[in-house]
């Protein structure tokens, strides 16, 4: 029985050869090469369609960690109201809150509790004494 690797091996391109072309930072061109390409005379050969799913690259965490990724462990993130600069930009809700005054929000503190991890900094939150 044979069996079929998800896996995609990056490759040299020989200029004979089919497939899918890339660059790799514009240094030397790359070919991707799948399993179906070194088994191509086999008969259980099949060819598949890889989709590639690619993490952001300013991820501070390890996917697997306790840390809250969204404050990076810090239990406070920037205030959506006012960016982080800790004032109102314009008059907001018919002049109550006047443009250049004390954030509305945050009350000038520039961040607020992560709404994820309720403040705690790790995925969870705080630790509840709430029995059934």
């Known amino acids: 029985m044979a069996s079929c690797s998800p896996f995609v091996l990056p490759l040299r391109a020989k200029q004979q050869d089919s497939g899918i072309h890339g660059t790799n930072s514009g240094k030397q061109e790359i070919k991707i090469l799948g399993v179906h390409d070194f088994f191509h005379n086999s008969s259980t050969a099949r060819r ?28 406070a993130v920037l205030c959506s109201q006012c960016e982080g600069s800790g004032v109102n930009s314009a008059d907001l809700f018919n002049g109550r809150f006047k443009a250049g005054d004390s954030c509305w929000l945050c009350g000038g503190r520039k961040e607020m509790l992560c709404g994820n991890c309720n403040g705690a900094g790790f995925i969870g939150g705080f630790m509840s004494t709430f029995d059934e």
Not at 48 to 74: E, L, Y
Request: proline content about 7%; glycine content about 10%; aromatic content about 0%.
């Open 48 to 75: 598949c369609c890889v989709r590639v799913k690619a993490a952001p690259g300013n991820r501070k965490t390890k996917p697997n960690s306790m840390i809250c990724a969204d404050c990076d462990g810090n239990g």
